[in-house]
T-cell receptor, first 114, second 112 residues
């Protein structure tokens, strides 16, 4: 991918509200798509991934994402967030070409308020 | 517990020091990675090792030198760093280079 854009650097939301974290990428080849979450003072861990098949992917902790090839987007959603969802979320794209290089977005900080 | 450990967790060093970061995984993975995470910037891939062979070097300055002695261990040797090298350095591994990456907790490096 030439670039991965996470459109919002910070998303504040109230507990039990729905949330969408946006991710767009630019690539001319087939891609695998990932969402990772990073809690404070920890490394990244996988939330969900899209490799092929159904464009709606369900992950851990009630998150899901939809791959939209025409819009080159992979937005992350959750219908009802919890305080514990407060973290940094990273979208990542792996180009399925000779280099198999993963490119990460800049991250979106989700802040869930009581 | 992700199975990827990094030591030390915190490191403060002067610009003339030489130090090494260590990453270890016992997940049976074949690919290992070094990333640099700076505030408000995308995660930067530094180096990739696939079956102990370096396959990626993202124009990283020579003051960073990776070493992969076996498929379970990855080192990042540091010398004559600059203050702008201060960041969180994350190690990751994956079974294959196309698979999910499992990350360690990182080493918070401060260069004075």
């Amino acid at each position: 991918a030439q670039s991965v854009t996470q459109l919002d650097s910070q998303v504040p939301v109230f507990e039990e509200a729905p949330v969408e974290l946006r991710c767009n990428y630019s690539s001319s080849v087939s891609v695998y798509l990932f969402w990772y979450v990073q809690y404070p003072n920890q490394g990244l861990q996988l939330l969900l991934k899209y490799l092929s098949g159904s464009t709606l992917v369900k992950g851990i902790n009630g998150f899901e994402a939809e791959f939209n090839k025409s819009q080159t987007s992979f937005h992350l959603r959750k219908p009802s967030v919890h305080i514990s969802d407060t973290a940094e979320y990273f979208c990542a794209v792996l180009e399925v070409t000779g280099g198999f290089k993963t490119i990460f977005g800049a991250g979106t900080r989700l802040f869930v308020k009581a | 517990e992700t199975g990827v450990t990094q030591t030390p967790r915190h490191l403060v060093m002067g610009m003339t020091n030489k130090k090494s970061l260590k990453c270890e995984q016992h997940l049976g993975h074949n690919a290992m990675y070094w990333y640099k995470q700076s505030a408000k910037k995308p995660l930067e891939l530094m180096f990739v090792y696939n079956f102990k062979e370096q396959t990626e070097n993202n124009s990283v300055p020579s003051r960073f030198s990776p070493e992969c002695p076996n498929s379970s261990h990855l080192f990042l040797h540091l010398h004559t760093l600059q203050p702008e090298d201060s960041a969180l350095y994350l190690c990751a591994s994956s079974r294959l280079i196309t698979d999910t990456q499992y990350f360690g907790p990182g080493t918070r490096l401060t260069v004075l």
